[in-house]
């Protein structure tokens, strides 16, 4: 799986880190960035990217295929 963050949606509410904070992390700015996008289970990766109120996290699968936000 890959996992991307839309530095320009994201607001740093902080979920996607308080569900999977084996796989992200905030930076300097307050903005979320992967630190390890093999730190948590992928359910647990799609749940925090479900988490994101302003659907900042894109997730794809090992095609390339875009999984989330459908
Ligand atoms: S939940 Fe979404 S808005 Fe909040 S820090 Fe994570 S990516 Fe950014």
Redo the contacts with the bound molecule.
């Keep these: 799986m890959k996992i991307e ?1 839309d530095r320009e ?9 308080a569900v999977a904070p084996g796989t ?1 992390e ?1 930076d300097d700015e307050g ?2 960035i992967i630190k390890d996008s093999k730190g948590d289970v992928e359910d647990i990766i799609l749940k ?1 990217a479900k ?4 659907d ?2 894109i997730l794809y699968d090992d095609a390339g295929k875009q999984t989330w936000p459908k």
Aim: glycine share 0%.
């Design positions: 963050v949606l994201c607001t740093s509410v902080a979920t996607c880190v992200f905030l903005i979320a925090a988490s994101c109120p302003v900042a996290i």
